[in-house]
């Protein structure tokens, strides 16, 4: 199965408002009516996919084909977190009360237990940030796509597409999806064959939908 890969520039962070929305929404609705010959002209491809030289220029304009995330929390910002946390806080003002009722010894105590507290609240949430960070570098998700002038590979007498990073995909590429495959990016089905699609998560059904290269006529008429 074919597909076009729409997402530009999904590695930036898109801008807040509901217009913004308005017009991505309706803008690959537009792509979804488009026949492939149209949809394939407005991308500037071909159905045997893009050039390395075209995808890296593509690349370099749109930016990686990636959710954005916010920046990892600095150490330091972590642990001031982790020091003024209400609890804490309190035990704060308890020990500089004990402090000025002249009780230096209690005082000692509480700071201490603040202190040794935080640091070891700190040392477990910055190791947890840590291993979570490298397990999300260890996995990831790749996509086959259709290139020009790459030397296709067989898999079981099918001539099958180039293996990349997801990351790396590109407004116009050609990406070919097979059983139990994700789908990588907003795409536009060019070919089809009993493909079925799991979106629960999108929208609550529990068996998988059959799509179809062309949006049907009462979908059309639906969304125009």
Same mark, same amino acid.
């Given at each position: 199965?074919?597909?076009?890969?729409?997402?530009?520039?999904?590695?930036?962070?898109?801008? $807040?408002? %509901?217009?913004?929305? &308005?017009?991505?929404?309706? =803008? !690959? #609705?537009?792509? /979804?009516?488009?026949?492939?010959? +149209?949809?394939?002209?407005?991308?500037?491809?071909?159905?045997?996919?893009?050039?390395?030289?075209?995808?890296?220029?593509?690349?370099?304009?749109?930016?990686?084909?990636?959710?954005?995330?916010?920046?990892?929390?600095?150490?330091?910002?972590?642990?001031?977190?982790?020091?003024?946390?209400?609890?804490?806080?309190?035990?704060?003002?308890?020990? $500089?009360? %004990?402090?000025?009722? &002249?009780?230096?010894?209690? =005082? !000692? #105590?509480?700071? /201490?237990?603040?202190?040794?507290? +935080?640091?070891?609240?700190?040392?477990?949430?910055?190791?947890?940030?840590?291993?979570?960070?490298?397990?999300?570098?260890?996995?990831?998700?790749?996509?086959?796509?259709?290139?020009?002038?790459?030397?296709?590979?067989?898999?079981?007498?099918?001539?099958?597409?180039?293996?990349?990073?997801?990351?790396?995909?590109?407004?116009?590429?050609?990406?070919?999806? %097979?059983?139990?495959?994700?789908?990588?990016?907003?795409?536009?089905?060019?070919?089809?064959?009993?493909?079925?699609?799991?979106?629960?998560?999108?929208?609550?059904?529990?068996?998988?939908?059959?799509?179809?290269?062309?949006?049907?006529?009462?979908?059309?008429?639906?969304?125009?």
């Amino acid at each position: 199965m074919k597909t076009l890969s729409q997402s530009p520039n999904s590695s930036k962070k898109p801008k $807040t408002g %509901s217009s913004s929305s &308005g017009d991505a929404s309706n =803008a !690959l #609705i537009d792509i /979804a009516q488009h026949d492939v010959d +149209g949809v394939l002209h407005l991308f500037d491809t071909s159905l045997e996919g893009l050039t390395e030289t075209e995808a890296k220029q593509r690349l370099g304009k749109s930016g990686l084909n990636e959710i954005a995330r916010e920046k990892p929390i600095a150490w330091y910002v972590q642990l001031l977190k982790t020091v003024t946390n209400p609890l804490s806080l309190l035990l704060i003002v308890i020990a $500089t009360i %004990s402090l000025l009722t &002249g009780s230096p010894t209690a =005082a !000692l #105590i509480i700071f /201490a237990m603040v202190i040794f507290g +935080g640091l070891l609240r700190f040392s477990q949430e910055f190791q947890s940030n840590k291993a979570a960070e490298k397990l999300r570098e260890m996995v990831s998700a790749t996509a086959t796509v259709s290139r020009l002038g790459a030397a296709p590979k067989k898999e079981k007498g099918i001539t099958a597409g180039k293996e990349i990073a997801v990351k790396l995909l590109v407004p116009g590429d050609v990406i070919f999806l %097979s059983a139990g495959d994700m789908i990588p990016a907003d795409v536009r089905l060019i070919a089809t064959k009993d493909l079925f699609l799991s979106q629960s998560t999108l929208t609550g059904e529990s068996l998988p939908t059959e799509k179809h290269p062309e949006l049907p006529d009462h979908r059309k008429t639906h969304w125009s």
